[in-house]
Nanobody
Framework: QVQLVESGGGLVQPGGSLRLSCAAS????????MAWYRQAPGKQRELVAR???????NYADSVKGRFTINRDNAKNTVYLQMNSLKPEDTAVYYC???????????WGQGTQVTVSS
């Protein structure tokens, strides 16, 4: 049973930083495709950043240069470091895993990020 648990969301002022964490159980983050998505009110869920099992990363144009995805294999956790936050980054952020073994999608419960003064 794969479980993804996000943490680290909250309220931050524009220009501030937050680090989101996604702790996985039942699978290894180092062996699977991992990503962060977000969904703002009234909008579709969108891909923010992803990291492959080989460590390749890429980002949505809207967050390039501000967000960084990485993982700690020992802690079996994926992170999203978010810097220079803008009000338009306000959304619920979801951790996602595609399991190459089960060929299934897994989602976390989401964590709210609000950027406001």
């Amino acid at each position: 049973q794969v479980q993804l648990v996000e943490s680290g969301g909250g309220l931050v002022q524009p220009g501030g930083s937050l680090r989101l964490s996604c702790a996985a159980s039942g699978s290894r983050v180092s062996s699977n495709f991992m990503a962060w998505y977000r969904q703002a009110p009234g909008k579709q869920r969108e891909l923010v950043a992803r990291i492959t099992s080989g460590g390749y990363t890429n980002y949505a144009d809207s967050v390039k240069g501000r967000f960084t995805i990485n993982r700690d294999n020992a802690k079996n956790t994926v992170y999203l470091q978010m810097n220079s936050l803008k009000p338009e980054d306000t959304a619920v952020y979801y951790c996602y895993q595609y399991s190459t073994i089960t060929q299934s999608d897994y989602w976390g419960q989401g964590t709210q990020v609000t950027v406001s003064s």
